[in-house]
């Protein structure tokens, strides 16, 4: 179970307690409610920001790597000159400091 | 030369834009490449590529935007889209939007080979439809070129010769001698025979409406242009155009023709981009080409121009050799379009269509075995299936531009065929007055309305020319 599941049940457990709570008065009943709601709307937009964080991580790993496997099928071709080696070298090596790059981006302690 | 399909790849990255393009190359494929969508969009045109593949995360178009916009500009050109984002949704959009298929990065090389494959080989099969969809004449209902001839020989020797380079050929020729038939084969024996084969007929509309025809239209370029239509010269990107009835053109078309020659570009009605095409063009005419230039209606410099090959395709009457070969060639597609077994016709009914002048030509020569054919119940066509007892009466002879004085008759043709082809041709030459055509032939008026009451052509005008 991930955590934004626990997340979620916890939150249901909150909101059926609030609603089992007998001597709360009409007002302060709303007032809980509307903190629901938006703590709702607040999970919500978390959950839609890490699945657009994820799929741009997606892309950014998956550029570099289409460039690094096409070169790769490219050194396989029987035709390959020296200059070809040298080029798909570079690429990779470029490549592989902007996969670097993108990791040490995402695993980076958010204080540091 | 062959034609390579031309693919576009679009990428903003260019390490990723580079092992593309160089794997499709090995492939055999002719690339060029775009490092945005709006560059994309102004090479399209030009390039006229046959498949466009294209990244979908790019910073000033999106390949979104680029189908979407591609889709209006040219709208049978597979789109590739390539994407970095491996969701559902992304794909479901792109599909909806119409690309040919996603991919997602790192790319399976084996199966965008594939799917390069597919893509092309369904473009050019719409190809196919569109152009059979415009084409209003059954170009095949000639049959195959056939003749063993003299004339025919030559014929095909300027064929095989002018099949080999990508030079403009002019043929003339009488109506229904073959000109479509002699383009087609002309495209079909040269490099180009991969890439479409598109004919269009000038004589059979309007100006405006041939120049739409042949150049296309912008939305809104006239009254009913409603939607934005490709013209013949881009149907016929890689392979060869047939301009019909070239001399019918008017003038102004004809200088713009002239230019797309030179030029190798053209705008559609209406537009405003230059678009280049690669189009072998054939021009025909049943008009000798000096003579309709010197009455003005062929612009010299269009008759120069087109006039790197020229070639004359022969009227049946000179000939007649080839009739044997070519009725045989009827019947054997007869058989298969009518599901009957006619082996052959007897010598009969050979001789007496060799006989005949066919001012209609082969056109007019399958007319009448077609009719015979179907009128046919035994295995032999005879005589007696050919119209009104002979060919003649439903082929009156014309004023063609051949030798009107000459008549050539086989020995073993019936006598009256003779008599009755002599007055025709009498009657013919002298443009149908009959008191002229009486005096040639030393009979009296009254002797020649019998003999036509007869022949059941009393009333007829036998001098107009009867070719479809």
Request: one cysteine or more; aromatic letters at 4%; hydrophobic letters at 40%.
């Amino acid at each position: 179970m991930d955590r934004r599941e626990t997340a979620r049940e916890r939150f249901d457990d909150l909101e059926g307690a609030i609603g089992r709570l007998g001597n709360l008065s009409d007002e302060a009943r709303a007032d809980l409610t509307d903190r629901l709601t938006a703590l709702r709307t607040c999970l919500e937009a978390e959950r839609v920001a890490d699945r657009e964080e994820l799929h741009q991580l997606g892309h950014d790993l998956r550029a570099p790597l289409n460039a690094i496997a096409g070169w790769a099928h490219i050194l396989r071709l029987e035709a390959t000159t020296a200059g070809t080696v040298l080029r798909a070298a570079d690429v990779f090596d470029r490549n592989v400091r902007a996969l670097t790059r993108v990791i040490d981006g995402y695993t980076a302690d958010p204080g540091s | 030369m062959s034609v390579k399909s031309q693919i576009l790849i679009v990428d903003d990255e260019e390490d990723s834009r580079a092992a593309l393009e160089a794997l499709l190359g090995t492939w055999g494929y002719a690339t060029d490449t775009a490092s945005q969508g709006r560059e994309a969009l102004e090479k399209a045109p030009l390039l006229r590529p046959s498949l466009v593949i294209t990244d979908l995360m790019m910073p000033d178009m999106d390949g979104l935007a680029l189908l979407n916009a591609l889709q209006q500009e040219m709208p049978r050109v597979p789109v590739i889209i390539l994407t970095g984002r491996a969701s559902v949704d992304t794909a479901v959009g792109a599909m909806r939007q119409g690309a040919y298929d996603y991919l997602t990065k790192p790319v399976d090389l084996d199966r965008l080979r594939l799917l390069v494959e597919k893509a092309l080989d369904r473009a050019r099969t719409l190809d196919e439809i569109t152009i059979l969809r415009r084409r209003v004449k059954d170009v095949w209902g000639m049959g195959r070129l056939i003749g063993r001839s003299a004339p025919m020989q030559e014929v095909h020797r300027l064929i095989e010769q002018a099949a080999a380079t990508s030079a403009p050929v002019l043929i003339h020729g009488e109506t229904g001698t073959g000109k479509e038939l002699v383009a087609r084969t002309l495209h079909d024996l040269s490099a180009r025979a991969v890439g479409p084969f598109v004919a269009v007929n000038c004589a059979a509309m309007p100006e405006t409406l041939l120049e739409s025809e042949i150049f296309g239209h912008e939305r809104g370029a006239f009254t009913d242009a409603r939607d934005r239509r490709e013209g013949c010269f881009e149907l016929a990107h890689g392979g060869t155009l047939l301009l019909d009835e070239v001399a019918e053109m008017a003038p102004g078309t004809q200088a713009k023709f002239l230019r797309v020659l030179e030029e190798g570009s053209f705008r559609r009605l209406g537009g405003k981009t230059e678009i280049k095409v690669d189009v072998r063009v054939v021009a025909a005419t049943n008009k000798d080409p000096i003579a309709a230039m010197k009455e003005g209606a062929f612009r010299e410099d269009l008759y120069y121009r087109l006039n790197v090959f020229t070639l004359a395709v022969p009227p049946l009457r000179q000939r007649a050799e080839d009739i044997p070969l070519i009725v045989t060639g009827f019947i054997e597609e007869f058989n298969g379009k009518y599901d009957k077994r006619i082996t052959g016709a007897d010598d009969a009914t050979v001789k007496i269509l060799m006989a005949h002048a066919w001012p209609g030509n082969v056109r007019e020569l399958r007319n009448v075995v077609e009719r015979a054919f179907i009128a046919c119940e035994g295995d032999v066509l005879t005589p007696r299936y050919l119209p009104s007892t002979s060919p003649v009466a439903v082929a009156a002879p014309t004023a063609w531009s051949g030798d009107p004085d000459a008549l050539t008759v086989p020995i073993g043709l019936p006598l009256r065929e003779v008599e009755k082809q002599f007055v025709l041709r009498t009657l013919a030459a002298e443009h149908n007055n009959k008191t002229r055509a009486a005096d040639r032939l030393a009979i009296s008026t009254k002797t020649l309305h019998n003999m036509l009451q007869r022949w059941g052509l009393l009333g007829r005008n036998v001098a107009t020319r009867t070719g479809p």
